[in-house]
């Protein structure tokens, strides 16, 4: 068992997390005027993306953050807003033709460390997309296409083995 101390410390840390993943879901459901159940596709990237978040951006006591006290640089690479709907490029032109469209829709729901590439979700499942494009703010909240998304972090195919499909609101 830990000390109180060290219990308090992973309390606080949960609760940071869990006041990150607030924000964004409020943001995307207002924004796109949908409601995000605990049980939907969405929300397990915003747990995923809060954690993400503060790994990166929140500064330490000592002015470092975790990413920089690991790597000893801070983290540079763009993002886009969670859950926004942008233009991922796909680059395989083996599985569609060099005659199919590159470029597809999907929601924005992170970074993948290992290569960072941008995580994607779409009606398919998840995609890993080296490169991609914003849209125009007033196409930014897509609620048909977060209706539409699928996919899991630990179960990225289309379905996985639960999610709920987001419902808009009334």
């Known amino acids: 068992r830990g000390s109180h101390q060290s219990v308090g410390a ?12 607030r ?7 207002n924004k796109a005027n949908v409601l995000i159940k605990l049980g939907s596709f969405v929300f397990p990237w915003a747990v995923r993306h809060a ?3 503060i790994n990166r951006y929140k500064k330490r006591k ?3 953050t ?33 005659g199919a469209p590159r470029w597809y829709y999907g929601i924005w729901v992170g970074i993948n460390d290992t290569d960072k590439t941008h995580i ?3 009606p398919a499942g998840v995609v890993f997309a080296r490169t991609v494009k914003r849209v125009l703010e007033s196409e930014m909240w897509d609620s ?17 083995e639960r999610g709920v499909q987001l419902k808009l609101r009334s």
């Open 51 to 53: 954690a993400f978040i």
């Open 144 to 160: 048909e296409l977060l209706g539409q998304v699928v996919g899991l972090p630990w179960n990225k195919v289309a379905g996985g």
């Open 120 to 122: 994607v979700l779409t």
């Open 66 to 98: 975790p990413y920089h006290a690991c790597t000893g640089k801070n983290y540079v690479q763009a993002l886009a807003q969670f859950g926004e709907k942008i233009h991922y490029k796909v680059n395989d032109t083996k599985l569609f033709g060099k």
């Open 23 to 29: 924000v964004m879901v409020s943001q995307i459901q």
């Open 10 to 21: 992973a309390e606080q840390k949960h609760d940071h997390i869990a006041s990150q993943v």
């Open 62 to 64: 000592d002015g470092t």
